[in-house]
């Protein structure tokens, strides 16, 4: 009845998209507003719905983006969520571990893979550099000064990566923790 639920889209058959700490995100930049990502995405064949969120910070308005590729896999599938406070654009992106695009940081694949192969490669990355490392809120390693946090979902009976990307703002929050929308937790 539901066996596409948990379906993991191929890397051949995902966007592929490059990731520039703090700068970008494939098309979409830190900074830019709702309308331009709206705009930016549907020349790549999404489409996208735009909400105002309950605000965290009651000072400024927040807004969340949902995009889905024209051909994905189920109709209610949310491939790449933007967040957004006004004033400062977009500050954090996530892309969905089954069905978003694979993002890839310097050779490195970070959407729906098994997670402790993502957390290898990504400590030994970090290991080499000399770069030190943090956990995330579910006990993933991540290096703040990436701006990336890796997260997991389940696809079925195993867990999958979907990567969470932010970028902090001195106005509303000095932090990678602090800057990702509480709903990202909450999720999968």
């Not at 892309?95 to 694949?109: K, Y």
């Not at 400590?123 to 701006?147: K, W």
């Not at 509303?172 to 509480?182: E, Q, R, S, Y």
Request: with cysteine; charged share 20%; proline share 6%.
């Amino acid at each position: 009845m539901y066996a596409d639920l948990w379906v993991v889209v191929a890397d051949t058959d995902r966007d592929q998209w490059e990731y520039a700490p703090l700068e970008a995100v494939g098309p979409l930049r830190f900074g830019m507003s709702p309308d331009e990502a709206v705009a930016r995405m549907a020349a790549l064949g999404f489409t996208g719905t735009l909400d105002e969120m309950h605000p965290w910070n009651h000072q400024r308005r927040q807004y969340r983006t949902e995009f889905q590729k024209s051909q994905g896999p189920e109709p209610y599938q949310t491939d790449v969520t933007g967040y957004y406070v006004e004033g400062i654009g977009l500050t954090c992106v996530v892309a969905d571990g089954l069905s978003g695009p694979q993002v890839s940081f310097e050779g490195m694949r970070l959407v729906g893979r098994i997670p402790s192969q993502l957390m290898n490669e990504l400590g030994a990355y970090l290991e080499e550099r000399d770069l030190g490392f943090t956990f995330t809120p579910q006990g993933d390693i991540t290096n703040a000064e990436l701006g990336f946090m890796p997260g997991v979902q389940r696809a079925g009976d195993i867990l999958v990566t979907r990567a969470i990307f932010g970028k902090p703002d001195e106005g509303i929050a000095n932090t990678l923790d602090d800057i990702i929308p509480g709903e990202v937790w909450g999720h999968h």
